[in-house]
C-alpha cells in the first residue's frame, strides 16, 4: 500500500468514526500543525457530503418510482379500501402477484402483432445494440477479483456477452439461451440474448424475453428493456398504440438520455 | 451455488440495497393512509399528501442513517412529528398560516455576501462529486455507495460481492482517492478554486 493510500486511510476513518479515542486524539493534533494534512481533511469531508448528496439523489428517486407504482396500481384511487386489505402482508403478496399477471397480460395483449404498421425507417434510426451497456457488464465480470480468471472461460453469461460484444450475434445466442430458464440473477443474459435475436430478425422471440424484463423491477436495465422492446414491437408492425404508450413512459423517464431518445421517437411517430 | 450465481455475485448486492427498499414499502404500508388524513383534514389534497410522504420517507431515513439516532417515543408518533411539522412548513410557504419564524430571519441577516458566496461554490462542489459519481466504474459506484452511503461495513460488502474483505477496505480507499483526483483534475473544480 502506498504512502499516499496510507494518509487517506486514516482521514476517512477518522471521518467515518472507525478511530479509538487515542487515535482521534493524536489526528486531531496532527490536523492543528499539518496544513497539508488539514487541507487533504477538508477536501475528503466534503467528498463524503457529496457523496451522501449523490445518495439521497437515488434515494429520493427509489422513492418516487415506488409512489409512482402504487399509483400505477390504484392505490391513491381507492387507498381506504386497499388499506385495509394490504395490512396483510399475504394479501400484499397476492396483489403483486395479481398485478404483475395483469400486467404481462395486458402486455401481451397491447403488443400483440398488427401486420399494418411498420416503420423501418424510423427504426434504423433509432435501434442500435446498447455496447455501453454491454461494456459496464463485462468490465464487472472481469478477473479483478469478482470473477476467478481461470474459470471465466467456461461461464456461459461470460462467453455469451463478449459474442456480443464481437457481433457475433449467433454465437452469443447459443451461449445465451439456455439462461432463458435461469433465475433472475441471469436476466443480463436475458436481456442480451433478446438484443441478439434482434439483430437476427427474430423479433417476437426478442420480444417474449423483453416483457417480463421491463416489469423485474431488481432489473437495473430495466427502462432500457422497455426502449427495445418498443422498438422490437415498432418493427415486428405490431399495434403501434402499444409502442407510444411505451415511449411515453420512458419520455417521463429520470435518465435524461432515455427520456430525450424516448421523447423524439414518439415525436416522429405522432 | 451453480456456475452462474457462483460468478456473478454482483447481484447479491442487490440483498444490501433490499433493506432501503423495504423501509420504504413498510412506510407507505403503515402510515400513509393517517399521513394522508392529516393533509386532507388540514387544507391540503391527495397529491400533497403524496408529495408530503416523499419528502418525509426521506427526512426519515436520512436520521436512521446517523448513527446516533435514537426515537424517544414510538416510530408511529416520530412520523406524525415529521409529518405536522412539514406540513406546517410548507402552508407557512403558501401562506396559508401565518407563522413567524424569527430565528430564520434572523439567520438570512447575518449572511454576508462572502458567506453566500462560499455556499455557491459549496454547491457548485457538490454538484461537482455528484456528476463525477455518475463518471466513476460501475463497480467504484457500488462500493461507495454502499461503504460511505449506506454504511455497509467491508465485511458485509465482501460477502455480497465475493471479494475478500481486505480487497474491499483497499478499494474503497482507492476508489475514493480516484474519485478525488477526477475532481481535482476537472477545469470546473479549477475555476472555482481560482
Known sequence: MNEDLKYQMEIIRYLEHEMSEEERNAFESSLKTNKDLAREFSEYQLLLEGIDTWGEQLTKEKIKSYDKRLEQEGYFDKSNIVTSFIGNTTNLKWIGIAASIAILIAAYIFLKPNANIGPAITYNTYYQADTKLLDRFISFYQPTGLVNSDSLQKDSLYLGLQAFQQRNYGQAISYLKPLQMQTKSADPGKFYLALALIQVNELQQAIDLLIPLTNSNSFELREESKWYLALSNMQSGGNIEGTKALLRELSQSSYSNMASKAGSLLAELK | ?194
Open chain 2, 1 to 194: 451455488m451453480n456456475n452462474l450465481e457462483d460468478h456473478y455475485q454482483v447481484f447479491k448486492v442487490k440483498d444490501l440495497t433490499h433493506e432501503l427498499d423495504e423501509r420504504i414499502k413498510n412506510l407507505y404500508k403503515l402510515y400513509f393512509e393517517d399521513v394522508k388524513n392529516h393533509i386532507l383534514k388540514n387544507s391540503g389534497s391527495l397529491e400533497d399528501a403524496r408529495d408530503l410522504f416523499q419528502e418525509l420517507a426521506l427526512v426519515y431515513y436520512k436520521q436512521l442513517q446517523k448513527s446516533d439516532f435514537k426515537i424517544e417515543t414510538s416510530e408511529k408518533n416520530y412520523i406524525y412529528g415529521i409529518c405536522k411539522n412539514l406540513w406546517l412548513k410548507k402552508l407557512r410557504d403558501r401562506k396559508i398560516v401565518s407563522i413567524p419564524d424569527d430565528n430564520f430571519i434572523d439567520n438570512l441577516k447575518d449572511f454576508s455576501q462572502q458567506e453566500i458566496q462560499q455556499n455557491q461554490e459549496k454547491d457548485s462542489l457538490i454538484d461537482l462529486i455528484c456528476r463525477t459519481m455518475d463518471q466513476i466504474t460501475e463497480e467504484c459506484r457500488q462500493i461507495i455507495y454502499l461503504a460511505f452511503y449506506l454504511k455497509k461495513s467491508s465485511m458485509e460488502i465482501a460477502g455480497a460481492t465475493g471479494y475478500s474483505e481486505q480487497f474491499i477496505k483497499v478499494k474503497k480507499y482507492r476508489c475514493l482517492q480516484g474519485m478525488r483526483k477526477m475532481i481535482v483534475d476537472s477545469p470546473t473544480y479549477k475555476i472555482l478554486n481560482q
